[in-house]
């Protein structure tokens, strides 16, 4: 077979056939006699060349469409009495479909008869594709005059036309689908096949896929428009969505939700091996969004709420499969909503039950703890109850604590191991621990307790590294509080009492932690915390300058009482905290305590040192949180030496021991004597007492009657029997360690910060009022809130409480002309 170029052939004979006359019937009998022959493979004896001659003579005598139209006949005629029958006729019964859309017969008699007709398609379409390659030569000079002028689609182009509509779209018998239609079903049962794990001739469907492609559903050939798209992908994307949709489906109810996204994302990579191996690699994109859709987008909500799905898989430590699920979802939206809200319902499930635990604790323990007050007027009963019930109740606290940073370190590490620490599920956990602590009303006051708990004991033979992650698990949750107003009233209440009472187990953690709260809540929080710190040193300046104040007096009396002060701003200190609930509600004013005459001397001695240094000052002792160190002596007893204990006793139990000294032995003197000559608060006088002469360790005197209260009436003797194996010890007294508030004392705690927050709500209006002049009413609403977020949540009907306020006295006024309600500053 001889193929001659276009341009050398036209070139060459194109000169000497002007002239010469055509015979269209007789020249085109030749040519089709040589189609003939091309199309049943016996070209090896034509002349190429000839041929390409008479077509050129035909087109050149103005002939073009009679021959264009001639080869187009030839080809329907071909197609639809040769090739088409050979196709059909390996349409056997495997491939027939019956009523149902179902074939009659087994899926290994499908698969050998539906191969044996894509092997027929194939080969005609490759035989087709030759042959008009050959006719292409041919009639190459038509191609470029006459199909080019009358804009007519080329001779190979008609000709897959022509195989689209001969073979393709036409029925095989009168109410029959088309051969098009049972190629799409026998490439998508094949596909079926492959899906169930049969083996399949991938090749041969790919070439079958190809002629698809090959093919437009017009003759203007389209891009768009290609059979590929139009007739097979639409009803294979169709047929897949159905079929993945039941299979998610099944799958929901058999399986588990591990197994569920591993076999989601199995089909998800078949797919796309699929499309490259069998199919168009132009579906892959289009099937891939199918099977997201049906197995994730459409179920992710059921495979969540499975039985074995994320709650489970939370619970049971499932992090691997929590990686899947959130893989899943990632895939078809980046938010992840339903895995987010599944998290954060979760947390919430979680913290309310811890939060709803901490309550019953506090309630359960909360009963016995109340009736601390009427103990006192109920001779008989015990407070024994009362203190093991407020330890029970700082327990409770520092459990909640330790509860709420274990729920957020376990879903931090969820988070970090299974969601790859995405910002999106990370803010959204975020946001839920927030909403759960804040939604319990003692959070921060339990906060601070935990602090409290670890600046005294907790952080005892700590590694510095040990003690940096305890602070920063503190700083951690105290960032999700919105009340920090609050919390910063418990912990100064808190820090006062380590301070003054010794109990802080290092300052320099403690100045550690206040650094750490400036830098993520600012100077203003921490501003009277330094103060408290601040006033300690000067404190310890203070007391060293007075006692060198007293050497150089030439004062050396070697049973001089030596003095420890602490001078206190009174507005930086919450020195209530040292009060119970029944002295801060019925006594506002303190009596003045009566001081024996050489603890009298000192402090009147202190008093005109300090008035010297710091004229116009005012100091008002409290000697309810002072403490003393004594020396106690005891007769000898037969056989013994006299016995000296040091004593580490409060300021009030020095006093009332000292009245003893003057004693005659043998007698002894009633709580009523005692108060009168102490002028200590009978709460106080009492609690004293019942340590000094109930506490079994430190019964350094003698109650009759005996028991275990202490009531009206009662008398006390010194207790020469005293014996201690300790020559040191301490005198505790009742209730004196920090512990969680009562009812009452919240109240007032709640109280006094209503009202701090009203000065601070005030403070805001005035300084944006200030600045801006005129302003809206919803603006000034709006910006005072966002100026106090910081340290609060405020109130709307407070802030316009205060607004009102302020316009009484003449800080604002109201703009009548404004169109909606506005204010004015007045300077």
């Not at 005197?701 to 020559?727: C, H, Q, W, Y």
């Not at 709640?750 to 002049?773: C, H, L, P, T, W």
Request: charged share 30%.
């Amino acid at each position: 077979m001889l193929i001659v170029p276009a341009g050398r052939m036209a070139n060459g004979y194109k000169k000497g056939l002007n002239g010469a006359d055509v015979d269209f019937e007789k020249t085109w009998g030749i040519l089709e006699k040589a189609f003939q022959e091309i199309h049943t493979k016996n070209a090896s004896a034509l002349s190429f060349e000839e041929l390409y001659r008479n077509a050129y003579k035909i087109v050149l005598k103005k002939k073009g469409e009679e021959l264009y139209n001639k080869v187009a006949q030839f080809e329907e005629n071909w197609l639809g009495n040769n090739v088409r029958t050979g196709i059909v006729k390996h349409l056997t019964a495997p491939l027939m479909l019956d009523g149902t859309g179902r074939t009659l017969n087994t899926q290994a008699e499908r698969r050998e008869a539906g191969e044996k007709f894509l092997k027929s398609l194939k080969g005609a379409w490759e035989d087709h594709q030759v042959c008009m390659g050959m006719l292409t030569d041919v009639l190459m000079y038509m191609d470029r005059v006459y199909c080019t002028d009358h804009r007519q689609p080329s001779i190979f182009a008609k000709s897959m036309g022509l195989f689209r509509d001969q073979i393709l779209r036409t029925p095989v018998r009168p109410d029959s689908p088309t051969l098009l239609e049972i190629l799409t079903r026998i490439i998508l049962d094949q596909i079926q096949m492959d899906r169930d794990g049969e083996a399949i001739d991938q090749f041969l469907i790919k070439s079958n896929v190809y002629m698809l492609e090959g093919l437009y559903d017009s003759d203007q050939e389209v891009e768009d428009e290609k059979l590929y798209l139009r007739s097979f992908e639409r009803v294979f994307l169709q047929s897949s969505a159905a079929f993945y949709r039941e299979e998610g489906e099944r799958l929901l109810k058999e399986s588990d939700a591990g197994t569920y996204c591993r076999h989601a994302k199995r089909r998800i990579d078949e797919e796309n091996d699929r499309c490259r191996s069998t199919l168009s690699e132009a579906t892959t994109p289009k099937i891939q969004r199918v099977v997201e859709d049906e197995l994730i987008r459409h179920k992710m909500k059921g495979l969540i709420e499975m039985e074995t799905g994320v709650s489970f898989m939370v619970e049971n430590d499932k992090l691997h499969e929590l990686s899947l699920v959130f893989d899943l979802e990632a895939r078809v939206n980046p938010q992840k909503p339903e895995l987010t809200k599944a998290m954060q319902k979760l947390i919430v499930e979680m913290g309310t039950n811890i939060n709803r635990n901490a309550v019953a604790a506090s309630q359960a323990t909360a009963q016995p703890a109340a009736a601390e007050d009427a103990a006192d007027d109920a001779p008989g009963k015990s407070k024994a109850g009362s203190a093991k019930a407020i330890n029970q109740q700082t327990v409770a606290a520092l459990k909640w604590v330790e509860d709420i940073l274990g729920l957020k370190d376990r879903f931090d590490n969820i988070c970090k191991a299974s969601f790859a620490a995405d910002q999106t599920v990370s803010t959204a956990i975020n946001r839920s621990m927030a909403d759960i602590i804040n939604a319990f009303s003692r959070g921060s006051e339990y906060i601070s307790l935990f602090i409290d708990d670890n600046m005294k004991k907790g952080i005892k033979n700590k590694s510095e590294a040990e003690i940096d992650a305890t602070l920063e698990k503190a700083i951690t949750i105290l960032r999700y509080l919105s009340d920090k107003d609050i919390f910063e009233t418990y912990y100064k209440k808190h820090l006062c009492k380590r301070l003054l009472l010794n109990k802080s187990h290092s300052i320099a953690v403690e100045k550690q932690m206040i650094t750490r709260m400036k830098i993520e809540l600012g100077n203003s929080f921490t501003l009277k915390l330094e103060a408290m710190f601040k006033d300690m040193t000067l404190s310890e300046d203070l007391a060293n300058g007075y006692r060198n104040h007293v050497r150089k007096l030439g004062d050396a009396d070697p049973k001089r009482v030596d003095l420890g002060i602490n001078v206190l701003t009174a507005m930086t200190w919450p020195l209530e905290a040292f009060k119970s609930a029944s002295e801060q509600e019925g006594q506002e004013s303190r009596a003045q305590v009566i001081y024996p005459p050489s603890i009298d001397r000192v402090r009147l001695g202190f008093e005109r040192y300090y008035s010297e240094k710091h004229s116009g000052r005012k100091l008002t002792w409290q000697t309810n949180m002072g403490d003393a160190d004594i020396k106690g002596t005891f007769p000898k007893s037969k056989g013994d030496k006299p016995r000296t204990h040091d004593m580490n006793c409060s300021t009030y139990a020095m006093l009332i021991l000292l009245l003893f000294n003057d004693l005659p032995d043998g007698q002894s003197i009633s709580l009523e004597e005692i108060q009168v000559r102490t002028n200590i608060p009978m709460n106080d006088l009492k609690r004293n007492l019942q340590s000094l002469s109930v506490a079994q360790k430190t019964r350094l005197l003698v109650k009759e009657p005996m028991s275990r209260e202490i009531n009206a009436g009662d008398r006390f003797s010194f207790n020469e029997n005293f014996k201690s194996e300790f020559t040191r010890f301490k005198i505790g007294v009742v209730s004196a360690g920090n512990k969680v508030e009562g009812d009452k004392e919240r109240k007032e705690t709640e109280k006094k910060n209503n009202d701090s927050r009203g000065f601070a709500i005030e403070a805001a209006v005035v300084r944006i009022m200030k600045q801006r002049k005129d302003l809206a009413h919803a603006q000034l609403l709006t910006e005072t809130i966002t100026q106090l977020s910081a340290q609060f949540k405020p109130d709307v009907n407070m802030i316009k409480k205060r607004i009102e306020s302020l316009i009484e006295r003449e800080y604002l006024e109201r703009i009548e002309e404004a169109p909606v309600p506005s204010y004015r500053y007045l300077a």
